[in-house]
């Protein structure tokens, strides 16, 4: 899933320009203020407002409120539940987000991918390269939902998956890790890992095989990387799985900078 985030005055209505020119599915998550008093500010039901054209489904966060799932919902808590059904996701209001992000008017905002005085003043053209050129937001469930749509699945009795993450440390001793940073060599990094997949779908009764590296700055216990394997039996699928992974680090050029509690180093300077 494509994410791209607007903020400043105008971010709704660059979202009804932009959201028409997208493919597939787009939701819209707007971030909502909270009362005075500290209540939740009524939001209605998504699907049953009226929503703008190219948009499936609209949603409203708030500080305290989630208005289609309950409380305590993070927008990365939201993001992993989209990602396997949608295609992009439209956030208003979010400037702390992780994801490219416009901003309008002079608005502050973490990952700036375009600066502009008002929405009037953006080229959706513009916005449309933005946010094909993110790196998208992928899950395991996006994966597996991904692997169970081929059609070669009727052929196919197990799935198996390995999901790697960010380990806080080995052993007693070892000093805290606090965050990894992955950056790839554009590119030739993407098309290896298709080059793995296809050649791991060569295997005897190997169906489908879908892999995701992630890039940028990972904190401990987030997850890194994912492999899934679509088999007619659960031996080829974990071997596969197994196979996956280890070529995948062995052979992808993804280099990984690792920040503990006392140092910051290259992982490739150390081998």
Request: proline share 4%.
């Amino acid at each position: 899933m494509q994410v791209l985030g607007v903020v400043g005055v105008g971010a709704s209505a660059l979202c009804e320009r932009v959201a028409p020119h997208l493919d597939g599915r787009v939701a819209v998550v707007e971030r909502r203020a909270d009362d005075a008093d500290g209540s939740p500010s009524a939001a209605p039901e998504p699907g049953v407002t009226d929503r703008p054209d190219g948009v499936d489904t609209a949603y409203a966060l708030g500080e305290e409120s989630w208005a289609a799932a309950g409380g305590d919902r993070s927008l990365d808590d939201v993001l992993d539940d989209l990602a396997a059904t949608y295609d992009h996701a439209l956030l208003v209001g979010f400037p702390d987000a992780s994801f490219p992000t416009i901003a309008l008017g002079g608005a502050d905002a973490a990952n700036v991918a375009i600066d502009a005085p008002g929405a009037d003043a953006v080229d959706v053209e513009s916005v449309l390269e933005v946010i094909a050129d993110a790196e998208p937001h992928v899950t395991l469930e996006t994966l597996v939902e991904r692997v169970k749509a081929s059609p070669r699945a009727e052929r196919a009795g197990a799935i198996a998956t390995f999901t790697g993450r960010v380990r806080t440390k080995d052993g007693d001793e070892d000093p805290e890790t606090l965050e990894l940073t992955f950056e790839k060599y554009e590119g030739v990094a993407e098309e290896r890992l298709r080059a793995i997949e296809s050649e791991l779908m060569e295997r005897d009764g190997v169906q489908e095989v879908a892999c995701f590296h992630r890039t940028g700055t990972l904190r401990s216990g987030e997850d890194i990387v994912f492999v899934v394997v679509l088999a007619g039996h659960r031996e080829e699928a974990f071997e596969t799985v197994s196979d996956g992974i280890d070529r995948l680090k062995d052979e992808v050029p993804i280099f990984k900078r690792e920040t503990t509690v006392e140092e910051d180093f290259w992982v490739h300077d150390r081998q």
